[in-house]
């Protein structure tokens, strides 16, 4: 099981090959091939439908999400060999879009659950309840989510904004080495754009970590600024750059580009 | 303990962990039932003969009646002249001494991880929950075999006794209650229980005593083809408090065995009696082979001013469950409650809830039933909240919410509600949900694999009940609904 340890910035994170990918038989995914090295931040930008949220799902493993050709390597281990469960002892955690409520579970007993599941997988020995909860509350304290929310069912009620605050302090305390951020800033003021940005920049913005970016629009790029942006069109990347290609997108929109 | 028993369930995989059976010498009445029978049940108890003749007249009774049919069950014709209805290990063991009780018996409950041995539980047992006394009657078959803790009760004045030693200490005590909420003439089963009943508990609780510990009652059926029928009683008089547990566990077999109970509660003025039940029969294999039939009669009588009586049921075993822990809420302003999980999965059948009775002015009455349906099974919800003319300003609150897991599973809800006074206020919610497929995968990406995800997120619907539990038991009864849900998803 690879905990991706001793990642070096000369590192493969994740490596895409050749991707394709169905969801309900039907073809998104068309031969999409990527690399991400440790210390990197990418952002993966394109026009709707263009299979943007399905490459993450179908990296973090959803049911109904079938891979029908390529592979991809975590940490130069295969990445489809391994249940959704083990790819996130591995290190790979999805931000979701759209987060989802879990009644009658506290945010507090789901995310202990889930870290020492995690840890288990790894042989690391599961932490305390009152080391856990120093965690938790310092991840909530530095992205600005009231603690008491913690105590709360999963979602359970919570703004937009929450959801995306909370899924930050997910992000702060399982660790991960690589996040897959799916469409992290939608529905966010402007405040709430700020702390999450933070958050990223504050949790992931390291030597031995890497950030997959998967955002419609340019705004949560001035906070955290990628080093490399994809064109994701028609289930392939069609084209590369660094910082200013989202400006460039910003300014020309993309049809000229998702030929 | 709890967490011991809780480490023995995560051990199991797929598999009933309390399904061994145990070799030990035992006494059997001869197979059938008859006047002779109940004769043979009470000679070898030592009671008096007011009981042999309660005993008689119930049998008699029984005779006339015939099984009900009007529950959404499915049940197989019993035969009652097939099995024994009476079977006690041989070693009678001397009262409070545990020296005398057979060492195959002692490592059955070891087993289970049940503490009879007090020296297990005043050692500092691991556990990250605070280890608090808790006095343990256990019934092996037909028979109580230990009692704990009966100095430290005496003390208090409680009386905590298996049915067979109070009949024989208290007997004025047990005849004055015995029946008295659940008569004779009831139903088929409180008849067929009030004939054979072999051992159960009475506790009875003095003026102003606030029993200083947790009671429980360990059932354990081991004997092949004979009935269960215990008997409970519990009395707390005026001003007092008790808090009551009881577990059950059988071994597997491919015979259906009868489980009849009859559970009897009195509360007087101001007193209080918390009730809690974990269930976990056999539940017959993934084809509905075998499997205990959990047929139980529990009332309470809120008899007293400001009396009060909490049922909280967790039932995750038996091939059917069929009971209806009620509260007859004759005193003013008494209060009554029920809080169940009842789970079903592979092919068993689940048809209960409860009965609230509200005759005395200003009761209250809350309900909150959780029903889990999972492979094949059916999970029916039945209540009746009832207000009599002359009982003023009562209120109930009713919750009754379904989780479905898969495709091939019921849930019923059959709800009565009777009010005969315009002043009372009545409220009833009900929802049916499924676990989202969402929801699963949002807990298996945070690092759950599929079996912790689903007990994860069923937990949480059965949170509200379960937290009613006395703390040890919350805890076992989590892993329970895990475990007893494997597999369910898929």
Redo the contacts between chains.
Sequence with gaps: MPACAGMTTESNMLHIENLHAEVDGKPILKGLSLTVNAGEIHAIMGPNGAGKSTLGYVLSGKPGYDVTAGGATLCDSSLFDMAPHERAAAGLFLGFQYPVEIPGVSNLQFLREALNAQRKVRGEAPLSGAEFLKIARAQAAAIGLDAEMLKRPVNVGFSGGEKKRAEMVQMGIIDPKLAILDETDSGLDIDALKAVGDGINRIMRKPDKAVLLITHYQRLLDYVRPDFVHVLAGGRIVRSGGAELALELEREGYKDIAA | MATRNADAIAAAEKTYEWGFSSDIEQDFAPKGLSEDTVRFISAKKGEPSWMLDYRLKAYRHWLTMESPDWAKLNIPPIDYQDAYYYAAPKEKPKLGSLDEVDPEILRVYEKLGIPIEEQKLLAGVES?VPQRKIAVDAVFDSVSVATTFRKELEQAGVIFRSISEALKEFPDLVRKWLGKVVPIHDNYFAALNAAVFSDGTFVYVPEGVRCPMELSTYFRINAANTGQFERTLIVADKGSYVSYLEGCTAPMRDENQLHAAVVELIALDDAEIKYSTVQNWYPGDANGLGGIYNFVTKRALCQGKNSKVSWTQVETGSAITWKYPSCVLAGENSVGEFYSVAVTNNRQQADTGTKMIHLGKGSRSTIVSKGISAGRSDNTYRGLVRVGPTAENVRNFTQCDSLLLGGDCGAHTVPYIEVRNPSAQIEHEATTSKI????L??????????E?AVA??V??????VLQQLPMEFAVEAQKLLGISLEGSVG
């Design positions: 990250d989202s497929d969402d929801q995968f949002y807990a298996m990406s945070r690092g759950l694999d599929q912790a994860l997120i937990n949480g619907f059965a949170k509200e």
